[in-house]
């Protein structure tokens, strides 16, 4: 051992090595980790020398005492998470007020968090369970007008079918058409099938949709084959084992070649029955023009899309150019110079539901806008709940603090308190998941009628998913957990148990900022539900350049031998105003497309076009705003009307009656070039969804070349729309014994079109009331911890002369300050998110009339701040103030 005086080994390795080894094993090993540490302390240095101390000492200890040792600490771990866990629950129990809040507040928060979840997870499950979805794309197009820009998510037929062939990176190809009403004869009885839709014979080899019976391979070779749904063959034919059997529709016999499995509502499109598109004859082969059906693309592995749209657009330039050249006797190149573009591009599958709101979609789509609402809803709402629980044991902080200090006089530091608070935390965490689950099972059914969705939570059959959900609540727990279990377990026991509390002023400001964070979040989701109110009343009342009420709708005349002569009976029925036919009605059915130019005009003009019988404009109240309608006193074979935008677009805007137009020949149009002589010049409505603008709309008569598109006939009435329907379905059953007789009401089915901003509105309500009551139950909690830190400042205040309403006013004020704040930032966060909701709308309100929101988002703040707080404050106020004074 050297002479000088040298330090003694480690006190900490020495501690440790006494703790692992018995006294005599280390008196036996002393010496020798002595001269060990001594000789590296003059080698190496001091920090050296106890590396290898420690070293030398772990090296030494027994691995049966290192075992002993550890099962010794997983012991006592054991013991003190039973002890505190049965503490954690004996607190619970004891407060039951405050437990059943919390415990309440956090299970709703979980529950709506859960549904809104689920809601958002089935909305971006839509086509993801097609094979290989993500090299599946649809091709849309952007069609460039002169005057305007219309997106299109349907496409020239043959147009899709020859970028298949000159690009070996598509793997395949399918191509849909949307299904559309279709008469069924199934052994002499008559079907209207709604649900009709053609598809190329690769159809369920390229989607998901199971066959219950036939091969994918081949289902749809036959010419005439057809493949049902399930539900459509049991409706049909009252049995699935119908493979063989036939039905008759408007395009001849069909043979049952395959049944599928009813569409999955995770779907963008619809049927009920499939045919070859080959069957579909008034679909021209060879257009690349006219737009008609829907084009999926599927990639080859690796491939991106960038590369098959630059085979599309050689397509273009060689194939539809060639077309438009020769209809429009017009180079290609001087199409293009006055403004006319064909743009395509790919839409991923998996986008269409949520990202796609293109003219001839399959149906009404979803928006993404609407799932990153519900999403930051949902986190604002656990948010809350948690900022609940933060407040609610922070205001139970003098109460808890003597039993703080008494644990702290008898032994116990602060970990073990934290542990113990940390414990509390995520017990009422665990306990409010599983009473949210219990609740999401329970609301499922309601919110499904709510929410229009078939949603089935399956979260029993999922054990991943629980051990998520535990994890979170877990999680939860110790988030929400570690501020009050730091706060309470810092108390000093000296100043707790002499009944005094230390205020700082840091904690202020953070219970000051959960408040404002609250009622931001709360008049932020008042004024965003509010806004969705206006702009859905705007919708309800704006003009549509037509009447939609009191009118019914019946379907399926073009099937009638002489819709004149059923007219006239209708009409002759004493609660029936008018009736009038049409190809579609306006707002709810697809106008078809075709190419104009004025008489001495190159330019080339794309209308959307319409039929109407004699009577169509009266009937449904449309304005003239120059000439007349169509009339049986004249031939009106080759004359039309147009509306405003048409003729702005023409430039006859001033004086368009007597001028001539002519149609170009194309595609599927059955009377080629042709003139047409502008009679009249009806005020723009819309025919399509407020989603849109008003475009140019041409209408030919009923007796013109397309007269034959007569399908639907409307039917004003007075009176009693059940009695209405009622007579109309006696004299069609008596004319028309063996036709399906199908009808609906005009203002029904059009606000139909608006009902997912319906029901999103409805969902931001109830989120909104919900999140309301949490931000109440945190705001409860606050007023009780503010209240108790100040009621012997009440005290002195009321000894002094102040009365009690004087009291309540400044405690109240205090609030107001924070709602204030909160008012202020929401505003430009609600203005910046309904904007871009408000866009997705043609027609809106604008954010300026929407100012009153704000100001009811505020006055609703204030005035749940002032109900949830006066509670307290008023106790507070009119309480002896001798009892606060009596311990100072």
Known sequence: MPGSPLPDPPPFYERLFRYFCKDELYLELQGDLDEEFYENYETAGLRHARKVYRKEVLKMIRPSVLKKFQIQQQNTFSAMFKV???????????????????????????????????????????????????????????????????????????????????????????????????????END???????????????????????????????????????????????????????????????????????????????????????LDLLTFLAPTNFVNFSVHAYLKAAPGVAPETIMEKVDQVVETYAAGQLERDLKISFADYQASGNRYNYFLQPLADIHLKSHLEREHEANGNI???????????????????????????????RAKEVGIRKVLGSNKSSLVNQFLIESVVVCIVSMIIGVGLVYLTMPVFNDFAGKLITPEIHQQPLTMLALLAVAVLLGIIAGIYPAFILSSFRP????????????????????????????????????????????????LSLGFDKEQVMVVDNVFNIPDIETFGAQVEALPQVVSTAASNGIPG???????????????????????????????????????????????????SIIINES????????????????????????????????????????????????????????????????????????????????????????????????????LEDRLDQLYTAEAKSGDLFLVFTAIAIL?????????????????????????????????VVFLIVSDFNKLIIVALVISIPVVVLVMQ????????????????????????????????TVSYHSIRAAVANPVKNLRTE
């Open 369 to 399: 806008t609407y799932i990153t609402i519900f999403m930051s809803v949902a986190i604002f709402i656990i948010v809350l709940a948690a900022i609940n629980f933060i407040n609610l044991s922070t205001a139970r902080s003098a109460e």
């Open 84 to 186: 505190n866990t049965k503490l954690a629950f004996r607190n619970l129990i004891k407060h039951k007020l405050y437990t059943l809040i919390n415990i309440g507040g956090l299970a709703v928060s979980m529950a709506v968090c859960g549904l809104i979840l689920l809601y958002v997870d089935s909305e971006l499950g839509y086509d993801k369970y097609h094979p290989d979805h993500d090299r599946v794309y649809r091709l849309a197009l952007e069609r460039v007008y002169p005057d305007h820009t219309s997106l299109y998510a349907i496409t020239p037929i043959a147009l899709s079918k020859q970028v298949e062939i000159d690009n070996p990176e598509i793997e395949s190809l399918t191509r849909v058409f949307q299904a559309f009403g279709m008469t069924i004869t199934v």
């Open 494 to 541: 000296v100043v707790v148990l002499k009944g005094k509390m230390i205020r700082s002023k840091s904690g202020s400001w953070i219970r000051n900022g959960l408040v404002v964070f609250q009622f931001f979040v709360s008049v932020a989701l008042i004024c965003c539900t509010l806004i969705v109110g206006q702009q859905m009343n705007f919708l309800q009342n």
């Open 646 to 745: 048409a003729a702005k677009v023409l430039g006859i805007h001033e004086d368009p009656i007597g001028k001539m137009v002519t149609n170009l020949a194309g595609g599927n149009n059955p009377s080629g070039n042709c003139d047409y002589r502008v009679i009249g010049m009806v005020k723009d409505y819309n025919y399509k969804s407020l989603h849109t603008e008003i475009t140019p709309l041409g209408i030919f008569g009923h007796e013109s070349a397309f007269g034959g598109f007569i399908g639907t006939m409307a039917v004003r009435f007075n009176g009693s729309p059940k009695s209405v329907m009622s007579s109309v379905e006696s004299i069609w059953k008596e004319q028309f014994e063996n036709q399906p007789y199908t009808y609906y009401f």
């Open 588 to 638: 709810i059915d697809v106008a078809f497309g075709m190419s104009f130019r004025l008489r001495g005009n190159d330019q080339e003009n794309v209308f959307n076009c319409t039929v109407f019988q004699e009577g169509f404009l009266e009937t449904m109240k449309m304005e003239l705003m120059a000439g007349r309608s169509f009339s049986k006193e004249f031939e009106d074979s080759l």
């Open 836 to 867: 871009g909701w408000l866009n997705d709308f043609a027609y809106h309100i604008s954010l300026g009339q929407t100012w009153i929101s704000f100001v009811i988002g505020g006055v609703v703040a204030l005035a749940v701040g002032w109900t």
């Open 190 to 276: 008559q079907y209207q099938e709604e649900g009709f839709m053609g598809a190329d014979a690769n159809f369920f080899q390229n989607f998901g949709i199971k066959l219950l019976r036939g091969d994918k391979q081949d289902v749809l070779s036959l010419p005439n084959a057809t493949v049902l749904t399930e539900s459509a063959a049991m409706k049909y034919f009252g049995s699935t084992d119908v493979i063989g059997k036939t039905m008759t529709s408007g395009f001849g016999e069909l043979i049952v070649n395959g049944i599928c499995e009813d569409v999955p509502e995770n779907t963008h499109f619809d049927f009920n029955m499939i045919v070859p």
């Open 774 to 806: 949490i931000a109440c139950i945190g705001l409860f909690g606050l007023a009780t911890f503010i209240i108790s830190s100040r009621i012997k400042e009440i005290g002195v205040r009321k000894v002094l002369g102040a009365s009690a309403a004087r």
